[in-house]
């Protein structure tokens, strides 16, 4: 695959391997932050940590669409499913993510139509293809996703469709990254940027994290060079005693966004005034409904949720996780009562998930040398 | 990880690999696709409702057939249905897969296809037309795969409910003398082998139905496998450990069964796995890994290593198999793993298929 396999190659791997090992200080422990889960499963799908020097230490940051949402919301999304005459679509890591009482891959089972897409414009085709049904799409993801339900919502009002709904559970990146860091819990030496949510954003709006918190990052895309080069980049700021945000994903991001996807947005979206996150709790301005404009199709306006607020499961540390916290394999329930299959948390379900991908990818001693 | 893994999260790993390495439990309150995905939830239902049920020492050996002596010989016989959807895809239609799937369940166990029965179930409604193709596929393929077709049923139901049709086919085989060929023959240091490029069927079948408006050359590599398998067995019969088909599941699921029967390790050189570019390129848009994705027309063999050289070159010998790749070895540690030496220079788990991001594959 070409302009993709330039960005794997194991010599220019080995390459900035080195260069990164001549850049740790001995003795000195760096614990950087992977905010975005596409950057968690790459780090894991390509081994990219057995790259890496001892005393560098990747932890696993809140940016994985899925993982963020919290029961309350599973709950809902099940109950809109359950209306009658209504075909619920959704990305397909959701069907999986358990509820107060089963997932939607039950309700499905149960008889519910919930199908799963693999973009908003999937549901609008259902829709148009299904005129007497109500359909409703489960919108989730960061910037990232956002202005693609956007567009397709602007579709879907300016072509008059009449069965087109969309429950929004969109989130924003900023808001989680200022409470990890006025969290008390973590020291980190240095961020690794989410490359997609910046392709829309921009890189502007980190500026703060070196400005206010002052912690280099490095904006970075989802390829192991790419990782690996953003590594090298924020060691570098530290050697050197620079601390910025720094663009190592330019070839797509560029600094101040993409306006057309920020104004798409602004149309179609408002900030809610607070929205629950896994584990996490309440964060002011971190989630995003329907615009008065839009409130026609607004799933939650159509139709009555449950909208309670559902307690984690006790034994459930995705909070903890998904702060960074603790690591996956340190969660109570890890591997035991939450596996893959049988998950507990959201974390275990989504592909992006940390501790879906230590499960899946990480999960075995490389202490024991393979004999 | 880079960093040194502690005691605690080595203690952590055990319990859990403790864990995997037990019978898989029926936990489930009812029937979700999963179920039928060839990964996880496959397993538990055959490993904790099926064979406890059943309960016999051919069950038990959990091959692709069984096996059961008659008249002082060794005969195999297996049973498949299939529901693909749909019914037509680049390569090959539903017919040709209710015979090789069939019939490649009976040479995975070393066994020369004898007999075939045929079982369909229709929709009312159904064109004539589309069957009578169906019935020629199915026909040609069986001449093809040179078995007859010796007894058959035929039911329908109303419309609604089942899509177009569903078939199931019953095959006899004879177990070949050269084959000595179990699950849990495996050895540190055999070697892996594929006999083609993987993930061809299940890429076919996604892009087939049309919903992701992706457009490729990539056809279902649906075939009769036993002419492969004589030929191995002719090369190198008694250092063959073990066949199987990668259907559902994948490669991936085929070779975990596989780690786990036989308690050893297994590490796989992405490298070394043939996939073809559409297929990589498809796979990575939808998130999805190539050793994931069913095959209807590949094998997955274990050979001793000093067969492993004849064995290759008698699978690139047999047309379909001119691709057959060497992909990766037994190893000790850590027990009933698959562990993937990624192109990058990483190494990780290549865990079995949970969920099913493709239902009706086959």
């Known amino acids: 695959m070409k302009h993709v396999d330039e960005f794997r190659d194991p010599a220019l791997g080995r390459v900035l391997a080195g ?11 760096y614990k950087f932050m992977e905010v975005c889960g596409g950057h968690t499963h790459s780090i894991y799908k390509y081994g990219i940590d057995d790259l890496l020097p001892a005393n560098v230490e990747l932890v696993h940051g809140p940016g994985c669409p899925v993982c963020v949402i919290p029961m309350g919301r599973v709950d809902d999304a099940i109950a809109l499913a359950h209306e009658d005459n209504v075909i619920f679509t959704c990305f397909g890591d959701m069907l999986r993510v358990p509820g107060s009482e089963g997932s939607l891959l039950d309700a499905k089972a ?18 148009k293809s299904n005129p007497e049904r109500d359909v409703i799409f489960m919108a989730i993801g960061f910037e990232t996703t956002a202005p693609s339900t956007a567009l397709t919502l602007r579709r879907a009002k300016s072509e008059g469709v009449k069965n087109f709904f969309c429950m929004c559970n969109h989130v924003t990146i900023v808001p ?54 953003a590594i090298h980049m924020i060691l570098t700021q530290l050697k050197e005693g620079r601390c910025e945000v720094e663009n190592q994903y330019a070839r797509v991001v560029p600094y101040e966004g993409n306006p057309r996807a920020l104004e798409v947005m602004a ?3 408002e900030l809610r005034p607070h929205f629950e996150w896994r584990g996490m709790g309440f964060i002011s301005q971190s989630g995003l409904k329907l615009s008065k404009a839009y409130a026609d199709l607004d799933a939650e306006l159509r139709y009555a949720v449950p909208g309670v607020r559902v307690a984690d499961p006790k034994a459930c540390q995705c909070g903890e996780v998904l702060k960074g916290v603790i690591k996956p394999w340190e969660c109570k329930v890890f591997g035991s009562g939450c596996t893959p299959e049988r998950p507990i948390g959201t974390c275990m379900v989504s592909s992006e998930g940390a501790c879906a991908a230590y499960y899946n990818y990480g999960r075995f001693a490389r202490e024991r040398e393979v004999v | 990880m880079s960093s040194e893994v502690s005691e605690r999260e080595q203690k952590v790993l055990n319990i859990i690999e403790t864990a995997r390495a037990k019978r898989q439990k029926f936990r489930d309150t009812q029937i979700t696709m999963a179920h039928g995905a060839g990964g996880k939830a496959t397993q538990g239902l055959i490993e904790g409702l099926l064979v406890p049920a059943f309960a016999n020492d051919t069950l038990e050996a959990m091959a692709d057939a069984g096996t059961i002596s008659l008249l002082g010989g060794q005969v195999a016989m297996t049973t498949d249905s299939f529901v693909v959807n749909p019914i037509v895809f680049p390569g090959g239609t539903i017919g040709d897969l209710a015979v090789n799937g069939t019939v490649n369940d009976l040479a995975m166990a070393g066994s020369r296809p004898l007999a075939l029965t045929l079982s369909l179930i229709l929709e009312e409604g159904l064109p004539a037309d589309t069957l009578k193709h169906q019935v020629a596929a199915i026909a040609a393929a069986a001449q093809s795969a040179g078995v007859p077709i010796v007894a058959g049923d035929t039911k329908v139901v109303p419309r609604g409910m089942c899509d177009e049709m569903y078939i199931c086919t019953t095959g006899l085989g004879l177990i070949d003398d050269r084959a000595t060929l179990s699950p849990a023959a495996l050895r540190p240091g055999d070697k892996i082998l594929v ?56 490669v991936a699921s085929v070779l975990n069964e596989l780690a786990r029967a036989s308690r050893v390790a297994m590490i796989i050189h992405e490298s070394a796995v043939p996939v073809h570019p559409s297929v990589a390129g498809a796979c990575e848009i939808l998130g999805i890994d ?33 691709e057959a790749a060497e992909i990766g070895e037994c190893k000790t540690e850590p027990e009933g793993m698959v562990l993937m030496a990624t192109a990058f220079g990483g190494k990780r788990v290549m865990d079995q298929l949970v969920g099913d991001p493709l239902p009706r594959i086959c």
């Open chain 2, 195 to 250: 006999s083609g490029r993987i993930g061809d069927h299940g890429t076919a079948i996604m892009l087939a139905r049309g919903e992701f408006e992706l457009d490729s050359d990539i056809e279902s590599d649906t075939q009769s496998l036993w002419p492969m398998v004589d030929t191995l067995l002719g090369g190198v019969g008694p250092s063959l450990r073990c066949l199987r088909d990668a259907t559902r599941g994948g």
């Open chain 1, 176 to 229: 989680p990254l200022r409470a990890l860091l006025d969290s008390p819990d973590l020291r980190l030496d240095g961020f690794i940027g989410p490359g997609h949510v910046s392709t829309v954003v921009g890189v502007r709006p980190f500026e703060f994290i070196p400005r206010e918190y002052g912690k280099p990052i490095a904006v970075a895309g989802f390829e192991p060079l790419d990782v690996l080069h």
């Open chain 1, 19 to 29: 260069e990164i090992l001549g850049l740790v200080e001995a003795g000195r422990h």
């Open chain 1, 110 to 127: 149960e008889g519910a139509d919930i199908r799963m897409v693999y973009s908003p414009l999937d549901a609008l085709r259902i829709a």
């Open chain 2, 290 to 322: 190539p050793m994931h994705v069913a095959n209807e027309g590949r094998l997955v063999a274990i050979v001793a290593p000093e067969a492993a050289d004849s064995a290759l070159a008698a699978l690139r010998s047999v047309p379909g198999g001119e």
């Open chain 1, 267 to 269: 149309e179609v979206f």
